[in-house]
């Protein structure tokens, strides 16, 4: 059974702060994403891996980076969170040599205030 | 840049009825579409998959129909039954690319 995990449910942070949100596929998948979800919105891609140490920017890059510095685990950085950045942060994994669903986290909801 | 329109954006319908969901996709090259099911509070979770050399795919109460030539792909559920209600989101994947696109949701209430 494959497992995505993000290492938060919930987050608090303060206007300024850095922020590391984390996330673990247990499927040795290529593939990693970084997905914002609100509402009226949908998912909108953040950023991107097909590889490690690999990263490509999605539709809505500006304020945020990543790492992918093991294969597992691909990381989401908010550099100085804004409250603009207020919302559900999805990751998902999938295989790179199939034309596969992604798998998903179960999300981490951050709250900047 | 490649974008996946989706409509509509909230679907009513009578428990028994069917409900039609329509996308259409931007990227010519988009080979894989997938639909995912979002319960409230949790993940987005994988109903039904079609691939670009299939016009269409069924899987019980549920089908989906792909026209490439119109780049348009639709998601068909039969027989609705209230645990169908949830948000339903198309998605175009790109292998080329690697990414997946999704649409901006579906908000479907099936009442009883």
């Known amino acids: 059974d494959v497992k995505v995990t993000q290492s938060s449910r919930y987050l608090v942070k303060r206007t300024g702060e850095k922020v590391f949100l984390e996330c673990v596929q247990d499927m040795d998948h290529e593939n990693m994403f970084w997905y914002r979800q609100d509402p009226g919105l949908g998912l909108r891609l953040i950023y991107f891996?097909?590889?490690?140490?690999?990263?490509e920017k999605g539709d809505i890059p500006e304020g945020y980076s990543v790492s992918r510095e093991k294969k597992e685990r691909f990381s989401l950085i908010l550099e100085s969170a804004s409250t603009n950045q207020t919302s559900m942060y999805l990751c998902?994994?999938?295989?790179?040599?199939?034309?596969?669903?992604?798998?998903f986290g179960q999300g981490t909801r951050l709250t900047v205030v | 840049g490649e974008n996946v329109e989706q409509h509509p954006s909230t679907l009513s319908v009578q428990e028994g009825d069917s409900a039609v969901i329509k996308c259409t996709y931007s990227d010519s090259a988009s080979n894989y579409f997938p639909w995912y099911k979002q319960e409230l509070g949790k993940r987005p979770q994988l109903i039904i998959d079609i691939r670009s050399n299939v016009g269409e795919k069924k899987d019980q109460r549920i089908a989906v129909t792909l026209n490439k030539t119109a780049k348009h792909f639709s998601l068909h559920i039969t027989e609705t039954q209230p645990e169908d209600s949830a948000v339903y989101f198309c998605a175009a994947f790109t292998s080329g690319t690697y990414k997946y696109i999704f649409g901006t949701g579906t908000r479907l209430k099936v009442l009883a």
């Open positions: 998902a994994s999938s295989l790179r040599s199939m034309n596969t669903e992604a798998f």
């Open positions: 891996s097909y590889d490690v140490k690999m990263k």
